[in-house]
């Protein structure tokens, strides 16, 4: 089936580790997204990427880094930058034209202990 | 900056009725716009889509009105079921490439 996977489901975090969060797509979409999404809030872009070997950031993007060296994969790292990291981390893909929907993935909820 | 954002945090219908989300956005150059549904714990599944240059468009049980005039849509849903029960964001495109802005979703409730 395709799809957008992202693994874990839920990840634990001691305060000043890095953990990073994987998100794959068979989709063979262009266009990646992270968004991070707090409780009782809306869905925040953190980075995304139009094109292998190319992202940019997006509006909350300090604390985190992404990596795209395949088109179909697009992880996460969240790092001890990152000052307050416990949150439900999306990630989604697009044909990346224009006027055309994104397709998420099913979440990680990180949380630090 | 752009923006999308929601009128109403909750809202609470009866099965069987019908149910009117409502979205505002700040964008004027923002030419599609999505609207998602995410139940507990799951990510966002697409709804239905509109693109500027239409006012409405139907699907299954479902229409979205945009009204660009006053930079506002609306999703109804006809005939209310439990299962339509989820938190519903609309989304709107940014007109300088590919991303997406999110409201702040609006949290549907349908009462047997």
Known sequence: DGGITQSPKYLFR?????????????????????????PGQGLRLI???????????????????????KKESFPLTVTSAQK????????????GDQNTEAFFGQGTRLTVV | GESVGLHLPTLSVQEGDNSIINCAYSNSASDYF????QESGKGPQFIIDIRSNMDKR?????TVLLNKTVKHLSLQIAA?????????????????GNQFYFG??????VIP
């Open chain 2, 104 to 109: 702040t979703g609006t949290s549907l409730t």
């Open chain 1, 14 to 38: 001691k305060e000043g580790q890095n953990v990073t969060l994987s998100c794959e797509q068979n989709l063979n979409h262009d266009a990646m997204y992270w968004y991070r999404q707090d």
């Open chain 2, 80 to 96: 209310t079921q439990p299962g339509d029960s989820a938190v519903y964001f609309c989304a709107g495109a940014s007109n300088t």
């Open chain 2, 34 to 37: 999505i609207w998602y549904k």
């Open chain 1, 47 to 69: 980075y995304y990427s139009q094109i292998v070997n190319d992202f940019q950031k997006g509006d909350i993007a300090e604390g985190y880094s992404v990596s795209r060296e």
């Open chain 1, 84 to 95: 307050n990291p416990t949150a439900f981390y999306l990630c989604a893909s697009s044909i």
């Open chain 2, 58 to 62: 139907q699907g299954q049980r479902v």
